[in-house]
């Protein structure tokens, strides 16, 4: 059948029963509102936010930004990924060490926390800051609770360290 009019809320095409007669649906154009509207859309920053018909819940992937957004309150939001992970080593000559992260860009922000299991005298003589975020990695800096301004150096530690997108 051919289309006899779009819904204005979805853009959903509508066939009315006193249309004309048609012998096939058209598929391209099933095809193109299937696409337009689907729940989770991937494109460019450009394409997103030319999405015509939004609505609360959709899923953009925005492949300018390789950032996942989300329709709410009437505006894309993005979704804030992050990423945890276990990390151990012993700390150079300064108290540092490096570890990696894969979010492909300078986090927002870290939060690091000693692990269970580490020593007793890391968990009771030491602290962890973030020294350094970089788009692809992190300096954790270890200082002793037990002496002012002296850096845990050369000492195994383990800890939890968990990135913001």
Same mark, same amino acid.
């Given at each position: 059948?051919?289309?006899?009019?779009?819904?204005?809320?979805?853009?959903?095409?509508?066939?009315?029963?006193?249309?004309?007669?048609?012998?096939?649906?058209?598929?391209?154009?099933?095809?193109?509102?299937?696409?337009?509207?689907?729940?989770?859309?991937?494109?460019? =920053?450009?394409?997103?936010?030319?999405?015509? +018909?939004?609505?609360?819940?959709?899923?953009?992937?925005? =492949?300018?930004?390789?950032?996942?957004?989300? +329709?709410?309150?009437?505006?894309?939001?993005?979704?804030?990924?992050?990423?945890?992970?276990?990390?151990?080593?012993?700390?150079?000559? #300064?108290?540092?060490?490096?570890?990696?992260?894969?979010?492909?860009?300078?986090?927002?922000?870290?939060?690091? =926390?000693?692990?269970?299991?580490?020593?007793? =005298?890391?968990?009771?003589?030491?602290?962890?800051?973030?020294?350094?975020?970089?788009?692809?990695?992190? #300096?954790?800096?270890?200082?002793?609770?037990?002496?002012?301004?002296?850096?845990?150096?050369?000492?195994?530690?383990?800890?939890?360290?968990?990135? +913001?997108?």
């Amino acid at each position: 059948m051919a289309v006899d009019r779009y819904n204005p809320v979805t853009g959903a095409p509508e066939f009315l029963a006193g249309g004309p007669p048609d012998m096939g649906a058209d598929e391209t154009l099933v095809a193109a509102f299937a696409a337009e509207v689907g729940t989770r859309r991937i494109g460019t =920053t450009a394409e997103r936010q030319a999405v015509k +018909f939004r609505r609360p819940g959709m899923l953009f992937f925005d =492949t300018s930004e390789w950032q996942e957004y989300i +329709f709410r309150d009437g505006a894309w939001k993005a979704v804030r990924p992050s990423e945890t992970k276990r990390y151990s080593s012993a700390t150079n000559a #300064q108290g540092v060490v490096v570890t990696t992260h894969s979010l492909g860009k300078l986090p927002s922000g870290a939060q690091v =926390t000693i692990a269970h299991g580490s020593s007793e =005298t890391v968990t009771l003589l030491a602290s962890a800051v973030i020294w350094e975020l970089t788009d692809s990695a992190a #300096q954790v800096r270890f200082r002793r609770a037990d002496q002012p301004n002296t850096w845990f150096a050369g000492q195994p530690v383990s800890f939890y360290i968990t990135f +913001f997108a």
